[in-house]
């Protein structure tokens, strides 16, 4: 896990259209590695969730060239064990991903982490809803080593 450079951090909530009041003060921004690097940015207010847009090209281009081949992951947190999560994935061919296995793994490493969860612990996130794809992903977050993710999903055609 590593932070997220200032001006980066800026021009990312630029490109989703959200100011820095919009995060959760209690959840810091941070890049979490899970087979791919997540920007991991946790809102404070569903309504703004739910609302927020992207410009897939713009964020595209940041992700290349920052060199992240995951998703970045906006989430709500329920509580402590439980999120909605919107994964953009604008390198592919869609825009949001409905279920992305390498981003809850890397929740669940970031939660582990900061101390927002005492391992073992499960945390749910409920993904996909937002481009018609309901997902529920769990990730088994032991004391130490990996993050076992599992689910369900709705195939894409």
């Given at each position: 896990m590593a932070p997220l450079d200032a001006a980066v951090l800026e021009y990312?909530?630029?490109l989703l259209g959200l100011a820095p009041f919009d995060?959760?003060?209690?959840?810091?921004?941070?890049?979490?590695?899970?087979?791919?690097?997540?920007?991991?940015?946790?809102?404070?207010?569903?309504?703004?969730f739910d609302a927020f847009r992207f410009d897939p090209v713009a964020l595209r281009a940041l992700m290349d060239a920052k060199g992240w081949k995951g998703t970045v992951s906006v989430?709500?947190?329920?509580?402590?064990?439980?999120?909605?999560?919107?994964?953009?994935?604008?390198?592919?061919?869609?825009?949001?991903?409905?279920?992305?296995g390498?981003?809850?793994a890397s929740l669940?490493?970031?939660?582990?982490?900061?101390?927002?969860?005492?391992?073992?612990?499960?945390?749910i996130v409920h993904q996909g809803r937002h481009v018609g794809r309901?997902?529920?992903?769990?990730?088994?977050?032991?004391?130490?080593?990996?993050?076992?993710?599992s689910g369900t999903a709705v195939p894409i055609a």
């Open positions: 990312l909530l630029g995060l959760d003060e209690r959840y810091p921004v941070r890049l979490s590695y899970a087979g791919n690097w997540h920007p991991i940015l946790v809102l404070r207010d569903r309504t703004v989430l709500f947190a329920v509580s402590a064990h439980e999120y909605e999560a919107r994964n953009l994935f604008p390198v592919g061919a869609i825009t949001e991903d409905p279920a992305t390498s981003a809850a669940g490493g970031y939660v582990r982490a900061l101390g927002v969860v005492d391992a073992p612990a499960r945390v309901p997902s529920l992903l769990t990730g088994d977050i032991p004391e130490a080593g990996g993050i076992v993710v």
